[in-house]
């Protein structure tokens, strides 16, 4: 069964079929919160972002091969979810494997390996790009991210976040974090809020106040 509606009205999903009726209920009601029963593969399926303001828990799980942003606007929680090999490649000018960009908590999250990238053939004033999102107005605490962040024209490029203004608590990168933007660093491209208890290894430059820079492998 791809997936159940319980009766809340929430939705336990199972399959890619059943994340994409998630998606389109949540195209009318965004409060619909969404529960991973199982990991799910999209490597040969379509995905564009949606908004949510309810809870997104991947329950442990994870989403294979995923091509868009998971979330457009958290409002809400996504949590306990791994994207392993997302394929996000946007003209979007904010992009995150997790959130384009995020209002609420992202906590827990994980990203294994995979690439972000955005700003190519659109060019607005201002590109954020993060492995789990573009940017953040809230909290993104316990995450993690391994995937190449990049940017044809971006402005902000962070491994984990592009540009940040509220509180990155507890994370790491291991992925490059590359592009021509002004501001590339290993765990925010710009940092306006706080970094706390972070650190991150791989091919970047540029830290920011709050992390810690390890040689070799991270365990």
Known sequence: EPYTIEADGSYTVRTAEGLRAWRK???????????????????NTNWQRIDCSGTFDGNGYTITGLKDCL????????????????????????????ASEN???????HVVGGSVASGNGFIPPIISVGGIAGV???????????????????????GIVGDNKGSVLAGYATG???????????????NGGTITACYWSGDVGGGSEGTTEVDGEVV
Not at 77 to 97: D, E, F, I, Q
Not at 139 to 157: F, L, N, Q, Y
Not at 176 to 181: A, E, P
């Open 25 to 43: 209920a949540a195209r009318d009601d965004d409060d619909i919160n969404c529960t991973l029963a199982a990991d799910i593969d999209m490597t």
């Open 103 to 109: 209002f609420g908590t992202i906590e827990n999250c």
């Open 136 to 158: 953040n107005n809230n909290k993104i605490r316990a995450c993690s991210s391994s995937a190449a962040v990049t940017a044809i024209e971006g402005d902000e490029i962070g």
């Open 71 to 98: 979330i457009d606007w958290n409002t809400g929680t996504v949590r306990n979810l791994t994207l392993v090999n997302p394929n996000v490649n946007t003209s979007y000018h904010r992009a995150g494997a997790v």
């Open 176 to 190: 490059s974090v590359t592009g021509n933007g002004a501001d590339i660093g290993a765990i925010a491209g710009r």
